[in-house]
């Protein structure tokens, strides 16, 4: 990978023997016909399992680069490959993304007018499952979240780290094979953000669950494997942490 | 959870709003419902007064829509006797007169002859029946006498001559009990029209017959030029008023129509703008167009069909009030034909479905990222 023009070195992590599950390459993304360079020839690569954190300044291009990993955007230059097929070639993103991708939200986005567990049948509609089974699913996800107590709640009824945790069980719907989340924690006080990386924790070690979480938050970059530094639109440090500070992994 | 429960969980969730929306639709269609329903049972009313006084045919001047005197003579009167199947010939003279000091505008007097079979069926409530030897007498139908409070015996200003209430009858049609009954010659005095008469009520001894009575028809028509006879429900239908009260009535609930399909519009475009966030969450978790429109639309379809329920519920108020004034209830009946409620349902439904088209195509075009950033 190079950045030409990039004066920051950037440190590699070693390849894992998996082919990764995400290839983006030379990604270019602008606004207001081009006016705005958003992102600017950013090339990263995810492996199957893994915990990447992308950190960088307000403006930077952290949820420009998460909006075209997550096939919500289409960048004006380069290629997203996703097991090892281009995005651009794929007929339907919105079935993609209801497959094959879970996002989380700083803001939640729930509908409001909907149970915690109405709420987490909502991705099932793109999928195989019947009213029944979308309920038991919904039901067992919810569990997973802690929030078998909340499930007839809603959202306005519900505190925010549990919003957050429902939005989470939403997320995991349709199995997907990769979880991004933008500021996840960023309506979140320290203990309801506690609760929300204890359980990406868990759904990374005992479900290999790969994730990629942008943050402004030390606390959330330390709980990843990887941290990716974004400054005005281009990777400027792309660091492999060598311990977890996390206690429950050591 | 099925599909179509999110629809209607987010309107029963939403109860105020959904309210407000439902209320809206509902004032505009009860609006239409209810002039249309006016302007129909006005021509319905008509049509069964006749058909209860067994009237077969009535005769009138024909074509004349521009000419100031339409009546006829009553020398015809002798003659539609002699045509062969006729059972009864009754020539009358209709007059329209106002009572403004009771706010009485639109008072249908009848002038029919002493003997006329029309008297002598008239279902007298209080007082007696005009006698062909009464002089300056009238009877009041039971819906006048109530608004302008007069009882037997009193003294009614008829063209400014005071007239006596000898009776008052009640009739199961509303123009007949907001009007009165004087005789024939008394009427063509008072309106300079001596010996003519607006139209005669033939009555025919095989009115099932189509053949007959067709027949019957021509051989009056052949009688003189300018002869018209038609069936009640036909002439009806030809009335200048009757017409006239329709088009007014369309024009109006048209208008109605307008603005209701305009708020229904905007109530569902509102509804859009507002949860544009909520449609840019289901397209980014990947829930395709055409399913995120279908929920749109099926928001509105419910939104309507309570809107139209609504609608109609009022109507049957709106009317049942107007029916009670004493400014209209000479003329307006109470009752809807169940056609025009049908109309109104599929009004609703075309509006709230056709308002939303729109707004819903809009809401799920946007781009996923567009949607969750507005706002
Ligand atoms: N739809 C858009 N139209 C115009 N400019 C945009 C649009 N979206 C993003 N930008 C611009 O692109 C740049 C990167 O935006 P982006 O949202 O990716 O930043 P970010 O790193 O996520 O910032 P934050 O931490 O504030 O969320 C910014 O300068 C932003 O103003
Ligand atoms: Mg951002």
Known sequence: MSSPGTATAVERRTQPAAPAILRAVNLRRTYADGQVTALNDVSLEVHPGEYVAIMGRSGSGKSTLLNLLGALDR?????IYFEGEALSKQRNLDS????????????????????????????????PLNPTQRADRARELLKIVNLEHRLNHLPMELSVGERQRVAIARALANEPAMLLADEPTGNLDSTNEAEVLDLFDRLHRERNMTLVVITHSQDVADRAERTVHLRDGRIVADVVAHHTPNSSRS | MSFFSIPLKSLLRRRTRSALTILGLGIALAAVISLVGISQGFERSFVRMYQRRGVDLLVQRSGGGNRKDKTLSVKLDPKLRAIKGVRDVDGGLMDM????????????????????????????????RLEPTDERSLMLGKVLALNIGAKVGDDVKIYEQPYKVVGIYESPTVFENGGAIILLEDLQRLTDLNGKVTGFAVSIDHPGNEAEVARIAREIQALEPHLEAMRPDKLVAEVQEVKAAKATAWITSAIALVIGAIGMLNTMVMSVFERTREIGTLRAIGWRKSRVMRLILLEATFLSISGAVAGAIAAVGITKIMSSLPLTNGYIGSEIAPAVFVQGFVIALLVGFFGSLYPAWWGASLSPIEALRRK
């Not at chain 2, 029309?118 to 007696?128: M, Q, S």
């Open chain 2, 97 to 128: 007169i106002a009572m403004p000091e009771f706010d009485q505008f639109a008072i249908i007097l009848n002038g029919l002859p002493g003997n006329s079979p029309e008297l002598t069926r008239a279902n007298v409530i209080d007082g007696r």
């Open chain 1, 75 to 79: 960048p004006d230059q380069g290629e």
């Open chain 1, 96 to 127: 993609f993304r209801a497959q094959r991708i879970g996002f989380v939200f700083q803001s939640f986005y729930l509908l409001p007018t909907l149970t915690a567990i109405e709420n987490v049948q909502i991705p099932m509609f793109e999928g």
